[in-house]
């Protein structure tokens, strides 16, 4: 069982270092869309990482249009908080490409007007805050879709 992580043009070295460390963790495969908002070589990037880094499986692309050029076929389903569906109701299956925005504003809207039927959230219960740590999001995702593969 494996999943793809999938960033797009992710700005926070130390989330991108964490969920590298979840990616390994988990046996999925880290997918990184630029343009990021920090170095590969980013000394935070690779402290969060640890010298787990080397081991990932891990695939770069120059755009978005790169990534769907080389993803063409390919089951996706995307995080937001612009959706109603549940995180829970995610169809999770083995190869399965998790897509994540940025920290700051999440997918673009042409990614979410595009992929309207695969859109799901993690539900927020409180006015207060408008998204959760993107790091903190992957994790819930990626061990809910083993915890459901595993049943």
Avoid: C
Avoid at 19 to 26: D, H
Avoid at 36 to 62: N, P, S
Wanted: hydrophobic share 40%; net charge negative; glycine share 6%.
């Amino acid at each position: 069982m494996a999943y793809n992580i999938v960033l797009v043009e992710p700005e926070i070295p130390t989330n991108t270092g964490n969920i590298g460390r979840l990616s390994l963790a988990s046996g999925s495969n880290l997918h990184l869309v630029k343009p990021f908002g920090f170095e590969i070589t980013d000394a935070r990037l690779k402290r969060a990482g640890l010298d787990y880094w080397k081991h990932l499986d891990l695939h770069i692309y120059e755009n978005i249009e790169e990534f769907y050029a080389k993803n063409a076929g390919k089951k996706m389903v995307y995080l937001t908080s612009k959706s109603e569906k549940s995180y829970t109701e995610i169809p999770f299956e083995d190869d399965l490409f998790l897509v994540f925005g940025k920290e700051s504003v999440g997918l673009s809207e042409e990614i979410t007007e595009a992929n309207t039927k695969q859109l799901y959230t993690i539900p927020m219960f409180s006015e207060h805050i408008r998204s959760l740590n993107l790091a903190n999001a992957v994790s819930i995702i990626v061990y809910e879709g083993i915890r459901r593969l595993s049943l």
